[in-house]
């Protein structure tokens, strides 16, 4: 099974709302990652965890908050959102965080902002 | 610091057509390069990836690439396209020391006309 699911596929939450978005993978994987992409643009890194502890933030908002409570498991979540966060969340996992590791990526979820 | 320019924001081909989408990278020693492609409303999936060793690279739905260091370039080609290979495509490089972490083109869009 080489599949990362994510839920839900799509989310409207307005700026004063709190929401959890979740990824799920069970392939064994040790690293997981969080992206933020907008339209028509490249994936941004956001957050990654090696061994279920955050190894990487990208500088970003703490209005986002990523956690992860199990090897499998990996959750972000939003508070007090604005509407520039609208994009697609995607959600990745790796064998390991080096290069010559393939990440996996779910489907994402389409966040929109009111 | 490390880049990757995609030169073509944009290419149509017709189907059966060959098809070359171009990928130049900077980056002070030996890259870590990768080719995705991201289905519309889809995660990102790699087509293939290149550390080292033959520079001439086979990936999966009948990619290849080529690794061309005294052109700082990684380009991808498919002999005979598929309607189904419309698709945004992004190239990416990363360094072995920074792991989990890639810069991507901005990516490249492919339309296959019948």
């Known amino acids: 099974d080489t599949e990362v699911t994510q839920t839900p596929k799509h989310l409207v939450m307005g700026m004063t709302n709190k929401k959890s978005l979740k990824c799920e993978q069970h392939?064994?994987?040790?690293?997981m990652y969080w992206y933020k992409q907008k339209a028509k643009k490249p994936p941004e890194l956001m957050f990654v965890y090696s061994y279920e502890k955050l190894s990487i933030n990208e500088s970003v908002p703490s209005r986002f908050s990523p956690e992860c409570p199990n090897s499998s498991l990996l959750n972000l979540h939003l508070h007090a959102l604005q509407p520039e966060d609208s994009a697609l969340y995607l959600c990745?996992?790796?064998?390991?965080?080096?290069?010559?590791?393939?990440?996996?990526f779910g489907p994402g979820t389409r966040l929109t902002v009111t | 610091a490390q880049s990757v320019t995609q030169p073509d924001i944009h290419i149509t081909v017709s189907e059966g057509a060959s098809l070359e989408l171009r990928c130049n990278y900077s980056?002070?020693?030996?890259?870590?390069l990768f080719w995705y492609v991201q289905s519309p409303g889809q995660g990102l999936q790699l087509l293939l990836k290149y550390f080292s060793g033959d520079t001439l690279v086979q990936g999966i739905k009948g990619f290849e690439a080529e690794f061309k260091r005294s052109q700082s370039s990684f380009n991808l080609r498919k002999p005979s396209v598929h309607w189904s290979d419309a698709a945004e495509y992004f190239c990416?490089?990363?360094?072995?020391?920074?792991?989990?972490?890639?810069?991507f083109g901005d990516g490249t869009t492919l339309t296959v006309k019948p």
């Open positions: 990416a490089v990363g360094a072995f020391y920074n792991a989990g972490k890639s810069t």
């Open positions: 990745a996992s790796s064998q390991g965080t080096g290069n010559s590791y393939e990440q996996y």
């Open positions: 980056y002070g020693a030996t890259p870590y």
């Open positions: 392939m064994g994987h040790r690293a």
